[in-house]
């Protein structure tokens, strides 16, 4: 995939204009860049993620291709308790396939966000994991996870092909 099918993925969920969201398991940043490109100036990006290395090579990048973006880094584990502002939007795109258990997860997301607030989900379109994809999730399993961490109105918002286990899609959850 390149940056404009991550932005593609993520177009029908991200509002006009601004507002403060996290990038939750950003990685290399390649959906905090697609963010940053839908959201516009003056928007603030949190971008988590274990990896340090990832996250300078991250901030560099935003310096210049998004200058009017206020980036934050934050080398955590999403998986704990994170000091964030209350959040207009989080994206997770790849991060929640790491783990086994992710109600307590996504209760913690959800609480961080705004009366209005929104999760951005892309994911594998499979049940079925693998040694690097552990633990998948179709967009109808995450339907249902997603209403029974306390989220309304999941939308698939688009698919892409993947020649590795064979679809993303991406969802939209609200608070």
Same mark, same amino acid.
């Given at each position: 995939?390149?940056?404009?099918?991550?932005?593609?993925?993520?177009?029908?969920?991200?509002?006009? !204009?601004?507002?403060?969201?996290?990038?939750?398991?950003?990685? !290399? !940043?390649?959906?905090? #860049?697609?963010?940053?490109?839908?959201?516009?100036?003056?928007?603030? &990006?949190?971008?988590?993620?274990?990896?340090?290395?990832? #996250?300078?090579?991250?901030?560099? *990048?935003?310096?210049?291709?998004?200058? !009017? &973006?206020?980036?934050? &880094?934050?080398?955590?584990?999403?998986?704990?308790?994170?000091? #964030?502002?209350?959040?207009?939007?989080?994206?997770?795109?790849? %991060? =929640?396939?790491? #783990?086994?258990?992710?109600?307590?997860?996504?209760?913690?997301?959800?609480?961080?966000?705004?009366?209005?607030?929104?999760?951005?989900?892309?994911?594998?379109?499979?049940?079925?994991?693998?040694?690097?994809?552990?633990?998948?999730?179709?967009?109808? *399993?995450?339907?249902?996870?997603?209403?029974?961490?306390?989220?309304?109105?999941?939308?698939?918002?688009? *698919?892409?092909?993947? %020649?590795? =286990?064979?679809?993303?899609?991406?969802?939209?959850?609200?608070?």
């Amino acid at each position: 995939m390149n940056h404009a099918d991550h932005v593609n993925l993520l177009r029908a969920g991200v509002p006009d !204009g601004g507002g403060v969201w996290a990038d939750l398991g950003a990685g !290399g !940043g390649a959906f905090t #860049l697609a963010l940053a490109e839908l959201l516009g100036p003056g928007a603030v &990006i949190y971008a988590v993620d274990r990896e340090r290395g990832e #996250l300078r090579r991250l901030a560099e *990048t935003m310096q210049v291709q998004f200058p !009017g &973006i206020t980036l934050h &880094i934050r080398a955590a584990d999403f998986t704990q308790p994170l000091a #964030l502002p209350p959040l207009d939007g989080v994206v997770m795109a790849n %991060s =929640l396939h790491f #783990l086994r258990r992710k109600e307590g997860v996504l209760q913690a997301v959800r609480a961080a966000l705004k009366p209005a607030g929104r999760l951005l989900l892309v994911e594998y379109n499979t049940d079925q994991g693998n040694p690097w994809v552990p633990h998948p999730l179709s967009f109808p *399993t995450w339907r249902q996870l997603a209403d029974r961490a306390g989220f309304a109105s999941t939308r698939l918002l688009a *698919t892409h092909p993947s %020649s590795f =286990l064979g679809e993303f899609f991406a969802a939209c959850s609200e608070k």
